[in-house]
């Protein structure tokens, strides 16, 4: 019987040649990816972790047992109605945009499984859909029985069912980055862009912060699955620097591409639950500060170690994290009813804190909450009167990355008008526009919200938008957590009253 | 038939999706989003409306004006 160290290399690397087809018949480009080459470009191919299924499976088993323990002591629900609200409802927009999209990764890996271009990638690749499995299975477990306390927690299992508008979003970028995609683009987008660059905003920003707010529970998830994802986003490196060898203005070109699309989305999904959803003294940093110290300053490094330059739009980039996520956040406030959980305005203590950490911008910002906080001033506390500070015309997005238009500054928003092949298209930025062009065929048929209402596809009265497009009921569509009950703006109803 | 139209006014944090009349003036439109954006930005009296990098008249209708389904025109202070 062979030893584990000469069983492993022969199950790990075990490729053959082909006598009755070709190799590009069983590596098509169209789903392999480019640039195609013959395996003796990829034969080289490996990664640091070489573990062994025996292995794979011990280890995940004494993981998952953790995880229930922490599940067993501190989640049952009295634990998790101790957490503040805004934290809780922090929690239910990682229910909803974690589990499935995890499970479009089973997908992505399965087709590396079978498609990628090495025996040792094929392997690896494996394993990542095993540990994709598993993050779809476990916030499942943590966060679905939560619908016992709170029915916003049925999203956990509806949300990328339904034509919700960040759902559409949500969809448009998993699809096209990991259910849609060749090996090649996949790997590198996903386990290189996707998991090296952006998953520690999740992984270890999200972990700290359900520390500092007591959600053992959640941190503990998360730091199970980042365990993972720490191994299986090996994957894209040797992927990336082969590709780099062989083309490298298409590496780059991916690099910049899906660090865009990245940085769209988890600037919402952490963003907002960093500067707005944690309490000021359970934040140990703000959303821009951890991203510059885990992600900008990481990138660029691993960047430079595979000789690749800067994406074009680094400035423009550098200066959304001073406000993109900011505009986001007010936008959806005033159009909370249009999602699938709640909201909580900043007051004075967390404008000022707000203030200190994001100068360059937050007086346009302030003057907007100011505003949306006179409204409630004005009408009065009470959930009756959610709708009155609510809006009513029809919000608008990007016919690529399907977000609001709300890029750019109050100052000057950064939309763009593009005609091309006769239709109209419009995108909230510079690099969305730029990724349109480079795969218009790719786009171009997609249809933002809009578009759709514009189309007579989905109904343009907001009640009816609400109900029978995104599938919210007045039970779950988002509202101010305190319904304008805020003791600093001077019109605090006794709750008791 | 409404024109549907990207407007996006000055202070505020989000492009909205504003039907215009062919024959109201562009100083109704530009009161026209102003008050869709009431919740976040405060109404300023004067403000100029501007189109295709040009600061228009403001008696001028939607028609006159060229406007297409589908453009952006942008609400300014100052």
């Known amino acids: ?497 | 038939m409404p024109v549907p139209l990207y407007g996006f006014l000055q202070g505020d944090t989000v492009g909205l999706l504003i039907l215009a009349e062919e024959t109201e003036t562009l100083q109704a439109l530009a009161r026209k989003l102003q008050d869709a954006a009431s919740l976040r930005v405060a109404a300023r009296g004067a403000v100029r409306l501007v189109y295709k990098d040009k600061t228009m008249d403001e008696g001028l209708t939607v028609a006159q004006a060229g406007f297409e389904a589908l453009d952006r025109f942008d609400v300014l202070t100052g």
Request: charged fraction near 25%; aromatic fraction near 14%.
């Open chain 1, 1 to 497: 019987m062979l030893s584990r160290e000469e069983w492993l290399p022969l199950a790990r690397k075990l490729d053959w040649n082909y006598s009755y087809v070709r190799e590009d018949e069983v590596f098509p480009e169209v789903i392999s990816g480019r640039p195609w080459l013959p395996h003796s470009e990829w034969k080289d191919w490996e990664e640091s972790f070489k573990t062994s299924y025996r292995e794979y499976v011990d280890n995940q088993y004494e993981k998952d047992m953790a995880v229930q323990a922490v599940r067993d002591a501190v989640g049952r629900i009295e634990n998790v109605q101790k957490l503040a609200l805004p934290w809780l409802n922090s929690l239910k927009i990682h229910a909803a945009a974690l589990p499935l999209a995890e499970f479009t990764g089973v997908v992505g890996n399965l087709r590396g499984a079978r498609f990628g271009r090495d025996s040792a990638w094929r392997t690896m690749a494996t394993f990542g859909a095993l540990d994709e499995y598993r993050h779809t299975q476990i916030p499942l477990l943590l966060f679905h029985p939560l619908l016992r306390l709170d029915s916003q927690f049925d999203w956990a299992h509806k949300f990328y069912h339904t034509n919700n508008w960040f759902a559409v979003a949500a969809r448009h970028f998993i699809d096209e980055i990991i259910l849609g995609q060749n090996a090649i683009e996949f790997h590198i987008a996903t386990n290189f862009v996707f998991e090296t660059g952006f998953t520690n905003l999740q992984f270890v920003g999200l972990a700290s912060l359900a520390r500092e707010s007591s959600d053992h529970m959640f941190e503990r998830m998360v730091t199970s699955i980042q365990t993972d994802e720490a191994r299986h986003a090996q994957i894209g490196h040797p992927v990336l620097a082969t590709v780099m060898k062989h083309d490298p203005k298409y590496a780059q070109y991916l690099v910049d591409k899906w660090f865009w699309r990245n940085w769209r989305l988890f600037s919402i999904l952490t963003g907002l639950s960093i500067d707005y959803l944690t309490a000021p003294d359970q934040r140990p940093y703000s959303f821009k500060e951890f991203m510059e110290e885990w992600i900008i300053d990481q990138f660029l490094r691993t960047l430079d170690e595979f000789g690749l330059e800067k994406p074009w739009y680094w400035d423009l980039l550098l200066d959304e994290l001073d406000i993109y996520h900011h505009m986001i956040y007010a936008s959806a406030y005033s159009y909370r009813a249009t999602l699938w959980f709640n909201f909580v305005i900043p007051g004075p203590a967390e404008r000022k804190w707000l203030r200190h950490k994001y100068p360059k911008y937050w007086d346009d910002m302030d003057a907007v909450w100011e505003q949306i906080s006179e409204r409630w001033r004005t009408v009065g506390p009470g959930a009756e009167n959610e709708f009155a500070v609510h809006g009513t015309a029809m919000p608008t997005f990007c016919d690529l990355c399907q977000l609001p238009l709300s890029a750019g500054t109050p100052r000057k928003n950064t939309a763009r008008v593009l005609v091309h092949a006769g239709r109209k298209y419009i995108f909230c930025s510079e690099p969305c526009q730029w990724i349109f062009l480079h795969e218009p065929e790719r786009y171009a048929s997609h249809k933002d919200i809009v578009k759709r209402v514009l189309s007579g596809e989905a109904p343009a009265e907001l009640p009816k938008l609400l109900t029978e497009y995104f599938n919210l009921t007045p039970e779950t569509w988002g509202k101010d957590v305190h319904h304008g009950n805020y003791e600093w703006l001077g019109n605090r109803k006794d709750p008791a009253a």
